[in-house]
């Protein structure tokens, strides 16, 4: 009797670390093909050495659905270098409300530019940027970089 072949849904984690190896990753693919559970060794990879897999590994974790990739997504918006950072900032815009708030409380607290930059831009797209009035008003008014400053004001304007 033929041996039964190998289901296709089976996590594979060298497949998964060929695939954050490339240049240009597809995103929603890779979400969709991995799922929820590649989490274990995506959490790894953020924690891990490698820049390069750890930012496309926090990317890649912004895709996939669950409550493990929220609370990826949450520890990462708090730790690691300035990049995962910002992929946990920009994935907080695939979350549900109230993990989103979780992550951009953090992220606006951050000191790195582009950091609070993407956590605007989430919070702008998510439509909550009123749940952020204070944080944003604080960093209209005291953030060191200018650039930032001027996107937080332009945007405290939107709100009224």
């Avoid at 974790?61 to 520890?75: C, F, P, Q, R």
């Avoid at 690691?80 to 920009?90: D, E, F, N, S």
């Amino acid at each position: 009797m033929a041996q039964a072949k190998k289901k296709t849904s089976e996590f594979d984690p060298q497949e998964l670390l060929a695939f954050l190896r490339q240049d240009e990753l597809d995103y929603p693919a890779g979400a969709k093909k991995f799922g929820e559970a590649a989490l274990p060794l995506l959490a790894e990879l953020i924690e891990g050495n490698d820049e390069n897999l750890s930012i496309k590994a926090a990317y890649l974790v912004g895709y996939i659905s669950g409550t493990g990739a929220d609370e990826i997504l949450k520890g990462a918006a708090d730790r690691g270098i300035a990049p995962v950072r910002i992929a946990a900032a920009y994935g907080a815009q695939k979350r549900e409300p109230k993990i989103a708030e979780a992550i951009l409380q953090r992220s606006l607290d951050d000191n790195d530019p582009s950091v609070v930059k993407f956590a605007m831009r989430s919070a702008s797209a998510l439509n909550m940027e009123k749940n952020f009035k204070s944080k944003i008003d604080h960093i209209s008014k005291t953030f060191l970089n200018d650039s930032i400053k001027a996107d937080a004001l332009n945007l405290m304007k939107k709100m009224k």
